[in-house]
Nanobody, 124 residues
Framework: QVQLVESGGGLVQAGGSLRLSCAAS????????MGWFRQAPGKEREFVGA????????RYVDSVKGRFTISRDNAKNTLYLQMNRLKPEDTAVYYC?????????????????WGQGTQVTVSS
């Protein structure tokens, strides 16, 4: 069992930056590949990016490449999402998730554990 708690969301103007954190507790954080997803009102949950167990590999959806960076600190049991050059279309609830199986997967059902989400709102 892994408990995940996101933080760092808020309201920011277009072009600004935010850093989301996801604190993990429970079983060994480093045993899990991690992902970030987001869900805007009226839309399906969307894959944002993922990072391997060691942090050596990452994967992103095309719409955030070059703007978002995923990292992790296994010693601190924390996952991060650095978001730069934010756009209004990035507005959503952002979720972190843990996968004990497939690495760098974009499929929500392959993630076993989810946080409660944190709201990111980007104003134009």
């Amino acid at each position: 069992q892994v408990q995940l708690v996101e933080s760092g969301g808020g309201l920011v103007q277009a072009g600004g930056s935010l850093r989301l954190s996801c604190a993990a507790s429970g079983r060994t954080f480093g045993a899990y590949s991690m992902g970030w997803f987001r869900q805007a009102p009226g839309k399906e949950r969307e894959f944002v990016g993922a990072i391997s167990k060691s942090g050596s590999s990452t994967r992103y959806v095309d719409s955030v490449k070059g703007r978002f960076t995923i990292s992790r600190d296994n010693a601190k049991n924390t996952l991060y999402l650095q978001m730069n050059r934010l756009k209004p279309e990035d507005t959503a609830v952002y979720y972190c998730a843990a996968s004990g199986g497939v690495a760098l997967t974009s499929t929500p059902r392959t993630y076993s554990y989810w946080g409660q989400g944190t709201q990111v709102t980007v104003s134009s």
